[in-house]
């Protein structure tokens, strides 16, 4: 049994996790309307619970998929409309599927014709209604991973589970994409020894970007005593970079219970305790 203990409007524990995705990517959107452009926030996912068997980026990774799915139907322009038309496409594809599979097959040369037809269909449903040969030439969401190795795999398996308009690249090494488009920035799960690329490269974005709308940090573990010190470097980081953050959504599980907040409402604290016992707020 989850009690809630809080102080202004609290904010609701989500029912799944693609639900805590929807959630983090509104509050994120009425952020960015409320703050305007070049506005940065933070998202914290964690629903580990102390268990530490998988890295805080491979843990989430599924929330991440989905929230950028989320945030980048609702912010880049054209994008949803994109996105209903690969609905349709499917739709049309089953119904038409359905139909070559209720059709009698006597004929060799119209079962071959219907053989290449339903390669054709189960094709476009395998795709998500995407066409491989289109290339996006819209407004881009580009994800920052803490390393290449993390953002190569995501260019080979997030493909068909983000949208179209999504590139990957990484802290660190030679730079050499082009930033002009981005519209979208994520830092995903940016550790300490990543600060310093992670400026420049923010500085670089918002410089160069002209549609730039906003940077998301998501995980930023930006602030690692063994690496930036307890001195000055660590509290002008926090000035710099960390303190200005806004936490647009929060979600962290803990063995007694979890701690959540979405922007604008207070942070609250959900405690699990067992029905036999009594509880007053």
Known sequence: MLLLLHTGQPTELPDSLEDAAEIAAL???QFAEASGSLSRCRVDFDTS???ETFTLLKSSTEFMQNYVSALCNSMIPGLMQK?????????????????LDD??????????EHEKKRAELVSIIDNGGRDPSEKWEGPVARIYFPDEGSAALARRDWSELVPSCVEYSSCGGVQMQD?????????FCPKASESE????LLQKSEESA??????VFVNPNLVDMGVTGFGMAGRLLRERLIDNLTNTYYLRTLQWGALTRKWPQAFSVWYVRERRVPFTL
């Open 27 to 29: 509050a994120t959107c």
């Open 49 to 51: 619970a102390g268990d």
């Open 83 to 99: 996105r209903q038309a690969e609905i349709m496409a499917v739709s049309k594809a089953h119904a038409e599927l359905k139909a």
């Open 103 to 112: 059709i009698d097959e006597g004929d060799e040369e119209l079962t071959k």
């Open 179 to 187: 930033v002009s488009k981005d519209m979208l920035i994520f830092f």
């Open 197 to 200: 690329y992670v400026e420049e």
């Open 210 to 215: 002209a549609d730039l709308k906003m940077t």
